[in-house]
């Protein structure tokens, strides 16, 4: 029983369930937020919109535009008041016929119109979707026994009144035979009076049920649906893939349910009879959550794509490409947000040209005040595509000799010999000659051997013939690069050139063959029976006279002395 109690506990209490639910719960949040302001006008008093332009004279009833005019007569006819609601009409009936006829057709528009009433034009000129009909915009189309027919407002000039928008005439024909053909039960006579007659804030109150408790109870479902199945397929993909370590995957991610809850959304008020404006705010929510969800979905992609590169690029060696993925990531995430808002924009009727403009204005302000910024970011994209330098070569930028420890979209991090870390900025980097000393496929042995004069001729030959034998029975020397020429008289010696490539794999290895070489070049040199010459010498003479000291440098050759000529040098000093 205790076990049972702490299952449980784990199941309703944990942590990682709340944070989900409280992630859905704020988004349903903000769903709901974003769609009460376009409920509330529905059910607000009529208001006077205010003229696009001063010439257009104002309407009482807000009949100046299309929007203000089919709110107008809905929420006029909702309120039971007809006679008002035929001032909306574009008919020659009066009294009781005509308030009889807008009864019918807010009959016909509450059960059969789709909800679209967020893409009626709010300009007095209308939207001009038609140039061939500029006077006319469509409300919506209605389908019947006699094929669809279009429910459309005209506008009409009523003199001293200036133009207004009214329902056209041959729409208004159509309404008694589609008002004929209804047969549906509006849910507002299935629900208790009290859920339907009791209203806060104008609304309804099943209404704020369906929101506050109906919403919440969907998204629990679909919940409990991705803990049922995710271990099902969890298991299923372990045995397809036979790797029992295969992390573990919900099968429904908190985006794909939102996704599956405006879905629901839709089609329940698509299947149930409810009023215009309650299915106008339901379609409004299933958009809204749409639109969220689909940003949500992809930041979600967008994240599994960093990982997946990174991933990829750690297996081909390719770690200096991995310090762009946050910053493309994040790029990604900018865009996406940007694009979900643009969208959500226009789906309620406001224009994004201006925030379009202003966002290219922005980014040129952005581009100016960042400029040296952005030329290190271009710089580093460009190394890192170039594949100039990579993390770990041994380069020589200007005076800077090191190891690259980091190529970021910034700067460049060199560790120095020393063991200091010099930070340069790639945008001096991409432009400086760049000398990559790790890139060498083999190292050039080049020692100038000087020899002392008094080197016969047959003992120069010898050694350059010992020498060349040397460098050419070398497994470690390009063979064909090998060359040993009598270079030169110098100064003090005869100078001997040795050319030749080693073939290492590093700078450890090639003075580990470099040190060998030269030990068997002494040899050689010795077992001939020839000597180095010494290098030149300075000796400093100095001079003392009566006042001041005066210093003479002598350059001369260092020669070889036999002992008892040192030794006679040093007695007489």
Known sequence: MIDQREMYRSLFLSKRRVTRLATGACLLSLSFLLCFPAWAQFHKPAAVPAPAQPEFPKDSLGRTTPRGAVLGFLIAARKGDDELAAQYLNTPLSGNSAAALAHQLFT??????????????????GSLANPLLPGQELVGTISSDNGNVDISVERVDRGSSGSLWLFSSNTLDSIPDLYEEINTVSVDTVLPKFLVKTRFAGIAAFEWLAVFVGLPLLYFLTVLLNRSLSPLVGLLGRRVFRKPDLAKREFLPAPVRFLLLAFVIHWISSKISLPLLARQFWSTAAAVITIAASVWLLILFANWGEGYTRRLLRSRNMTAAMSMLRFTRWVVHLLVIFAGALVTLHYFGVNATAALAGLGVGGIAVALAAQKTLENVIG?????????????????????????????????????????????????????????????????????????????????????????????????LETASVRVRFLRFGPTSFDVEIFAYVLARDWSQFLEVQENLLLRIVDCVESSGVQFAFPPQTVLVSASVSDAPERVLLKVAAVEEKPSDKMTAAKSA
């Open 380 to 476: 580093g994209v460009s190394l890192i595509f170039d594949r100039a330098v990579r993390v770990g070569d041994v380069i020589k930028a200007g005076d800077t000799v090191g190891t690259v420890d980091e190529i970021g979209l910034r700067s460049t991090k060199i560790r120095t010999p020393d063991r200091t870390v010099v930070t340069v900025p790639n945008g001096h980097i991409a432009n400086m000659t760049l000398e990559s000393l790790s890139s060498r496929d083999k190292f050039w042995f080049h020692p100038i051997l000087a020899l002392r004069y008094g080197t016969t001729s047959p003992q120069m030959c010898t050694v350059l013939e010992s020498l060349r034998s040397l460098l050419k029975e070398s497994r470690y």
């Open 108 to 125: 016909v528009l509450d059960l059969r119109l789709p909800p679209r009433l967020n893409e009626l034009s709010d300009k007095p000129e």
